[in-house]
């Protein structure tokens, strides 16, 4: 009978002592930390989740038109067309460039936006002015292509020294440009002639493709130009022919 009772004994003992263990405050603050910790693990993820679903790229403007506005903060030249043989583009910033020995380029309020290379994107085309501080004002009517949404430098021509810009526009795929030039011999403060000139973008180049010259009320006493002086229009590389007065008998 006794053998039979130490047995029994010793496996209530054993019981009691694995039922205290597994109750002790140090096994359930394990317990607690192992909660906790999965809980925490699945917060993260749920916060990475979370993140990666709202962090969505903004997408790049394809095929749009620029605007005038855009070119106020744009670049002017590049390595390959070169501005007024500067070496480096420079920054516009609010429509100006200034150089350390007083040399300024600002951007003319004359501007229009139009497609210039035949892929259907609106690209712009407008007039900066160079004034190194004598009385020179040079002009240069310059054409920024539509790369993504962006205003990339594509190709310039010279107008002249002071030769201000009135209007400029795009319509198939080719820009006019009016501004006031002078007759050969005049004097370089006399504007005496309104030109319309019709420009196309070849490659990096703006080829000129006709002109048109009319009288201002600047003209010439005697209306003598060099160009056409009745209006008419004078395609590219060819020379205007004068009128020659009757000879008195």
């Not at 403007?61 to 106020?72: M, Y």
Request: proline share 5%; with cysteine; aromatic share 4%.
């Amino acid at each position: 009978m006794r053998r039979k009772l130490v047995p029994v004994v010793a496996l209530s003992m054993a019981c009691l002592l694995v039922a205290t263990t597994a109750c002790s405050p140090g096994n359930r603050k394990k317990r607690n930390r192992a909660a906790d910790g999965s809980a925490g693990t699945a917060a993260k993820r749920d916060d990475v989740d979370t993140a990666t679903t709202r962090a969505t790229p903004t997408p790049r403007r394809t095929g749009d038109q620029l605007s005038c506005l855009e070119l106020r903060n744009t670049r002017v030249g590049n390595r390959k067309v070169r501005y007024r043989e500067y070496a480096a583009p420079i920054r516009l910033v609010d429509g100006r460039w200034s150089d350390r020995d007083g040399t300024t380029v600002e951007l003319q309020r004359p501007c229009a936006v139009g497609d210039l290379d035949g892929d259907g994107a609106g690209d712009a085309i407008g007039v900066v002015m160079l004034d190194g501080g004598g009385t020179g004002r040079f002009f240069t009517l310059a054409a920024w292509r539509n790369v993504d949404g962006e205003p990339d430098y594509q190709a310039q021509v010279d107008l002249g020294d002071r030769t201000p810009v009135e209007s400029v526009s795009v319509r198939d795929g080719r820009a006019t440009v009016v501004y006031l030039t002078r007759s050969t011999n005049s004097p370089m403060a006399e504007l005496n002639i309104r030109r319309t000139a019709v420009y196309q973008l070849r490659g990096t180049s703006l080829a000129k493709l006709s002109h048109t010259d009319a009288r201002t009320t600047g003209a010439s006493a005697d209306g003598d130009t060099a160009d056409s002086p009745d209006g008419g229009t004078v395609p590219d590389g060819s020379s205007p022919t004068r009128k020659r007065k009757p000879r008195s008998r």
